[in-house]
């Protein structure tokens, strides 16, 4: 009775777009009262405390605010500049840069909402300059900012960590073959465009050697950031947390080579307050997300969820498959953030059941989830792109909607071929 009480009551203030961690706790606060719990509402905020006392956590903010640094210091353009040098040349033109230079960025800021609106401004001004259609380079835009997340680092795979009990260097290391599988995928489908559409320009003249060995010059103290993240954390040198404060303060560093010191102590009270702004408002959502957890377990909702799928399907393969359409629904309703707090601790019961690799199920996760912030009616990727781009909302969707074939095709290869998730943390830290 109660998880119904408090699934009809989110789904009814989400239907009314109010904001996700608000539903969170208003649903919980109704369901407890009304399942006799009145006199165990102190519960709440106690485990909205608890649920933000994890060391893992620490790393977000720093992650945040090393992307933070270099949007705002201008180390971005620099490796959009070098993207551009290295295949601008390409059928596709500018539109392969912007899937490049997302890569690039991916191991820096781990955050596709950063990305779309970071990278974002100048890649949709770079391809609109260049004649490029203003509703399809936002489109691939915002299907090449769904790289940041799944290549590390990235703050929605420390979460899952976290709700998962799975080290945080695994998650991270799975993701480098799907996080490329993305990007080549995006590059196949601009190069048939290439040939299909008639606005898109002619690309760059090939730059020689010369040319992006000074673009990587130029560019070198950007470029080097992935490598101080993944490095120590490959390495065995540092935790997550340790490789995100070495990140940010190497950004703040590298700031000075590009910027006169009045001009970067300037900017960074401005970086700070955005990932104060960020980093509070993730907390908030984890805080009451924890507590509503704890309510659906006390409800046995996922050991429920677990015989209901027991009962429709005792194949695994199936099973990956009704998993992939829960979590494409849950995905255009819900944000990334806060549907992998509710969805996670629910299914791993039925991953378990089914022997399902936790690192492997995490990434089904995290890449279906990521590829709802472009998925109306809630995709807030759309929003932020519509923003950032000056289109419409119905132009958006409808430039967007092909870049959900190979999406969605990588999506699959990685649900039926979990060796494609796995293969990269067994080699560099054992099975």
């Given at each position: 009775?109660?998880?119904?009480?408090?699934?009809?009551?989110?789904?009814?203030?989400?239907?009314?777009?109010?904001?996700?961690?608000?539903?969170?706790?208003?649903?919980?606060?109704?369901?407890?009262?009304?399942?006799?719990?009145?006199?165990?509402?102190?519960?709440?905020?106690?485990?909205?405390?608890?649920g933000?006392?994890?060391?893992?956590?620490?790393?977000?903010?720093?992650?945040?605010?090393?992307?933070?640094?270099m949007?705002?210091?201008?180390?971005?353009?620099?490796?959009?500049?070098?993207?551009?040098?290295?295949?601008?040349?390409?059928?596709?033109?500018?539109a392969?840069?912007?899937?490049?230079?997302?890569?690039?960025?991916?191991?820096?800021?781990?955050?596709?909402?950063?990305?779309?609106?970071?990278?974002?401004?100048?890649?949709?001004?770079?391809?609109?300059?260049?004649?490029?259609?203003?509703?399809?380079?936002?489109?691939?835009?915002?299907?090449s900012?769904?790289?940041?997340?799944?290549?590390?680092?990235?703050?929605?795979?420390?979460?899952?960590?976290?709700?998962s009990?799975t080290?945080?260097?695994?998650?991270?290391?799975?993701?480098f073959?799907?996080?490329?599988?993305?990007?080549?995928?995006?590059?196949?489908?601009?190069?048939?465009?290439?040939?299909?559409?008639?606005?898109?320009?002619?690309?760059?003249?090939?730059?020689?050697?010369?040319?992006?060995?000074?673009?990587?010059?130029?560019?070198?103290?950007?470029?080097?950031?992935?490598?101080?993240?993944?490095?120590?954390?490959?390495?065995?040198?540092?935790?997550?947390?340790?490789?995100?404060?070495?990140?940010?303060?190497?950004?703040?560093?590298a700031?000075?080579?590009?910027?006169?010191?009045?001009?970067?102590?300037?900017?960074i009270?401005l970086?700070?307050?955005?990932?104060?702004?960020?980093?509070?408002?993730?907390?908030?959502?984890?805080?009451?997300?924890?507590?509503?957890?704890?309510f659906?377990?006390?409800?046995?909702?996922?050991?429920?969820?677990?015989?209901?799928?027991?009962?429709?399907?005792?194949?695994?393969?199936?099973?990956?498959?009704?998993?992939?359409?829960?979590?494409?629904?849950?995905?255009?309703?819900?944000?990334?953030?806060?549907?992998?707090?509710?969805?996670?601790?629910i299914?791993?019961p039925?991953?378990?059941?089914?022997?399902?690799?936790?690192?492997?199920?995490?990434?089904?996760?995290?890449?279906?989830?990521?590829?709802?912030?472009?998925?109306?009616?809630?995709?807030?990727?759309?929003?932020?792109?519509?923003?950032?781009?000056?289109?419409?909302?119905?132009?958006?969707?409808?430039?967007?909607?092909?870049?959900?074939?190979?999406?969605?095709?990588?999506l699959l290869?990685?649900?039926?071929?979990?060796?494609?998730?796995?293969?990269?943390?067994?080699?560099?830290?054992?099975?």
């Open positions: 009775m109660g998880g119904i009480v408090l699934l009809g009551v989110f789904l009814i203030l989400v239907a009314v777009r109010m904001p996700i961690s608000i539903c969170m706790g208003i649903a919980t606060f109704v369901a407890m009262v009304v399942s006799g719990f009145s006199d165990s509402l102190y519960t709440i905020p106690m485990f909205m405390a608890e933000t006392q994890t060391y893992t956590l620490l790393a977000m903010p720093f992650y945040i605010l090393t992307g933070n640094i949007n705002r210091t201008g180390l971005t353009d620099k490796i959009f500049d070098f993207a551009n040098k290295l295949v601008g040349h390409i059928r596709g033109g500018l392969q840069v912007n899937v490049v230079a997302s890569m690039i960025f991916a191991g820096i800021q781990g955050a596709a909402t950063a990305d779309a609106a970071g990278l974002g401004v100048i890649e949709v001004k770079a391809m609109t300059d260049r004649g490029y259609d203003r509703a399809y380079s936002a489109a691939i835009t915002l299907a900012s769904v790289i940041g997340p799944i290549i590390p680092p990235s703050i929605g795979l420390v979460i899952i960590a976290v709700i009990q080290s945080v260097a695994r998650l991270f290391l799975a993701g073959i799907p996080g490329v599988l993305v990007g080549i995928s995006l590059m196949i489908i601009n190069f048939v465009f290439s040939y299909t559409r008639s606005d898109f320009p002619t690309p760059d003249k090939r730059a020689t050697a010369k040319e992006i060995i000074k673009s990587f010059g130029t560019g070198l103290f950007a470029l080097f950031a992935p490598i101080i993240i993944l490095g120590g954390l490959v390495g065995g040198y540092t935790t997550a947390t340790e490789s995100g404060i070495l990140a940010a303060n190497y950004a703040l560093i700031s000075f080579f590009y910027n006169k010191p009045r001009d970067v102590l300037r900017i009270p970086a700070l307050l955005d990932t104060i702004k960020t980093t509070a408002l993730i907390m908030f959502i984890i805080s009451l997300a924890t507590s509503m957890t704890w659906l377990a006390i409800e046995r909702i996922p050991s429920i969820i677990a015989d209901s799928f027991l009962m429709i399907t005792q194949n695994k393969y199936f099973f990956l498959l009704l998993l992939n359409i829960f979590l494409f629904i849950v995905g255009a309703i819900i944000e990334g953030i806060p549907a992998l707090l509710i969805v996670v601790p299914l791993l039925v991953v378990d059941q089914f022997g399902i690799d936790r690192i492997h199920f995490g990434m089904i996760c995290h890449l279906n989830l990521l590829i709802g912030i472009a998925t109306p009616p809630m995709g807030i990727g759309l929003y932020i792109m519509t923003g950032v781009a000056k289109v419409r909302f119905e132009d958006m969707v409808k430039a967007f909607w092909p870049f959900l074939i190979p999406l969605t095709i990588v290869l990685i649900t039926y071929f979990p060796q494609l998730t796995l293969i990269v943390p067994n080699l560099l830290l054992g099975k």
